[in-house]
């Protein structure tokens, strides 16, 4: 990280006097009422649209709540309701399912990544390729994707099929081990353009001439994207790795075209059932607990991913 | 080949710097290219099937799957114009993605500088940060609304677009830029007499220029594809957004198969030439990351 | 880079003036209220704009000290959007359900009672088959009135039949298993129903499978014939009778299917029919047959009007309900749209015009008037979609072949009966 001063321009100690005449004490409170101030509409917007509403989920779990009438306090007795839920032990299980699938998805997208943002001729055409799924209106990819993994007339099975690989069709679908699987593949199809501008962004900050330097001294590439770009690209990583956390839930529409959490829960999620729980089975204290519960298991996800990283989301150094 | 063995200097970079990447560390050119064209088509196939259904409002559950449009034709985009006020919603859209655009921007490149200096509480606003990610939107649509309805911005632009304004990835996208330029560059500003403000504007964000690219790509996609809170706050049937126009094509009474898909490769266009537009600055990215060296 | 942070300041100045624009356009476009004012919520027919727009000059006309507000949300968000506004204190004041979802908002108090502006307005109860108007019945209160109506219906590929050596429409369940297995060859499939809203319970009542208990306390389907129907639906999955795509689909799927023309039957209500012929070119009155399941059984999936409990307008917004499912614009409704209506005088007439222009269609609609004392599928419960979640998953792991028949019903009684709090 060091090396990164060294290769600046040199500035020599003598030319670091501050000119100005305030004292050090009222700099430092000076730059204090300024990263306030910086943080401040940020802030400001999560608390309202963020924290607020999870306090008012919070408030919420402990009632009996009615939309039509009177609500009462009832303590803990959805959460412990939740313990006995198996669909709720299933949603959590698909979540998990999910976020163990996110490095995957990472790891094709920065492989990507790495291809594009090399010299090759036609980069812009396959960045914009890899981007392209990303802003499509879910309903449109659901509908086409539930038709690929249709077991009589889909596109997958036909290709399947026509090149000898299985005899008879898969119900994707319609089968409880394959159902999840097929979401994930279609959701990585879709997120890959997300991932890729947050890892391209993040190789636009590691400095070519560290490439050089290395080349230079003979290191492979291996070496390189080991010693070089995997360490600098520690911040980007994590950042992907959360988006992967977020996934679990950002996905909600995908899943919810594609199957409704079915058949059977086996692709319910956590957010797709506080969605239903909340407005189709009208209990929507219950969703608040679900909130609750889902918001502390992923933010101990994101801790622990946070600890792993060195900290400051991946960001070690200056 | 000479030039490598210079010192590095601005200059030389900034002409040459992009094009030595190759030869140092990347794979030979035909086996990238193979990579990616493979990539490119299992990623293009679903697509392909939503481009030819547009055209010709085909059936898909037909057996077996025909690779070629059968009677195409472009009248499916015509009719998106007629089922909905698309002049109308394409305007509402474009208001508030730009008042999206540019809140993220700004706000988010602020909240980033803060979180570049060394401050305490640094660590529980990144923990607070980190954590508001995890509360996804499904599960608080009643209380933004409550609270929308409070400072009185209901079926407004800015109402549908506040909730928007800022996002936690993008802080971070442009944190990770922000620490990556040397501090010494920083100092070396300071001593020259710029101002903070001057500091961010001259020296930060140009070299962070992938980072506010991403950005704003980021930011106006989520704006634009935006469905379940324009539903919610809006109510005056001529504010609303694009996406919620979508509901005209989702008739159970009659075949809006075509129409549907026109639409929605009509709604993703605008997304794909934002990128377009941003994608040159990762370019710029490539010979500025040379600079921050 | 210079011209990257032209095109920011240009956008900066534009948002500017845009948000200046938009703020004074906003401030001007709300207009302190003098009128009183009625909205009304209608689920997924934002094609019939211009017949809404006619309501509400007509009843500007009746009532001019009335503004008229119309919205429409899509079923998936239309109980994110209902509640919601229930819960800021702002419910539209009529709202257009669909199936079922009204039992929850009438159980837990969200709906007026009709009941008595029905005593009081007479001839508005003779307006409509009453058969329909009792859908919406719970515990003993009428709590909407008919916008429109359907159940289902089967609808028969009559090549496929053809190609199969059949001849004639199924008559009971077991005829029906037949002849789909006999269908069944290749990417072709025997028969589909569509599955939400209880729309392939008859298949269970043509065999005197009943849900619950006549008080409704208790499921009573754990029962050897309701076995025996499962096993039976299991079977016709699994060698193609049953195309998968009836247990796990919702509308596209199931519908552009049949439309393909790759399965022989379908069982669903009368909106598929003009939705399917849209997308097959080979449907005419040679190729499609229309009729009655077996046993005549149907399960109605039909839309009604009721009035939010929250409503600072209920006796204004009867006087709306009144208007719209009078005979003049019910009629409108049912040639804009074709769909029946319930009001007997206007779908009589309908039904008369449509044998004359669109005979295919009119048969499709005759049968939603047919045989309306053997509705199933719509018992008037509280908790209507939480029974639904506990008990169809169930069906789904039995036909999908995660369990076999017996422990599927067993395991959905336990989960239905804890449901109903035994």
Partial sequence: MSGLTS???????????????????????????????????????????????????????????????????????HYWALLDDEVFWMALKNTLLFIASAPCGIVIALMISLMVNTEIRGRNIYRTIVFLSYPLMTVAVGIIWRWMYDEKVGLFNFILRTIGLIDTPLAFLQSFELALPAVLLANLWQILGFYMIILLAGLQNIPQNLYEASAIDGASRTVQFFRITLPLLRPSLFLAFVVGIMTSFTSFDLVYVMTQGGPSHSTELLVTYIYKAAFELSRIDY???????????????????????????????N | MSQNMQPPSVKSLLSNGAKKRTSSHALPTWLLHISLLLISFCLLLPFYWVLKTSFTGENIFIYPPSLIPQDPHPFFYIDTWYYIPFARYLFNSVVVSVLAIVANVVFNAMAAYALTKHFKGKSLVITLLLSCLMIPFQTTIVPAYLITGKIGLLNSYLGVALPTFSTIVCIFIYKASFDAIPTSLIEAARIDGLSELQVILKIMIPLSSSAVASNVILSFIWSWNNFLWPLIVIRDPLMQTLPLGLSRFLSYHENTTGALYAFCTMVLVPGIIIFLMAQKEFIRGLTSGATKG | MQRFFIRFRELVSCLTITIAACSALLWSTSAVAQQKKISFLTWNISDQEELFKEWIAEFKKIRPDVDVEWLDKKGPEFPAYYQTQVIAGTPPDIINTQGGLWLEYAAAGGLVDLTPYLTKDAEVRKRFNSDYLGSWVYESKNYMLPFYISKTLMFYNKTMFKEAGLSGSPQNFEQLM??????????????????????????????????????????????????????????????????????????????????????????????AFFFIRGQAPWINSNTLGVAQAPGGWATPNSHGLGISKGSKNPDIAWEFLKMVTSQKWTERLSERRKVLTA???????????MHKQDPLAATVLQTQLEQTDKLTGNWPLANDSRIKEAFYPEIQNAVLGRKTAAEALKDAETKVNRVLGF
């Fill in chain 1, 7 to 77: 290769i600046g321009p040199n500035i020599s100690p003598s030319t670091r006097r501050k000119p100005s005449a305030a004292s050090p004490g009222s700099k430092a409170r000076r730059e204090l009422i300024l990263v306030w101030c910086f943080l401040f509409p940020s802030l400001a917007v999560f608390f309202l649209y963020r924290i607020l509403p999870l306090i008012w989920n919070l408030v919420l779990s402990v009632q009996k709540f009615s939309i039509f009438g009177q609500s009462e306090w009832i303590g803990f007795a």
């Fill in chain 3, 178 to 271: 037949d002849f789909s297995t006999k269908m069944a060859k290749g990417e072709k499939t025997g028969m589909l129903t569509l599955n939400f809203d209880w729309l392939y319970w008859s298949l269970f009542k043509m065999n005197g499978v009943e849900l619950l208990t006549a008080d409704n306390k208790k499921a009573a389907f754990n029962t050897p014939k309701a076995v025996q129907v499962l096993d039976a639906l299991i079977k016709a999955t699994n060698n193609g009778g049953i195309n998968k795509v009836s247990w796990t689909g919702r509308w596209v799927e199931p519908n552009g299917a049949f439309a393909a023309g790759n399965v022989g039957m379908l069982q669903a209500h009368s909106p």
């Fill in chain 1, 287 to 317: 969703a608040a607990t679900l909130t609750v519960v889902q918001f502390v298991l992923l933010v101990t996800l994101t801790w622990l991913g946070n600890r792993l990283s060195g900290g400051e989301a991946g960001a070690g150094r």
């Fill in chain 3, 343 to 353: 009001n007997i005088a206007s779908d009589k007439t309908t039904l008369d015009k």
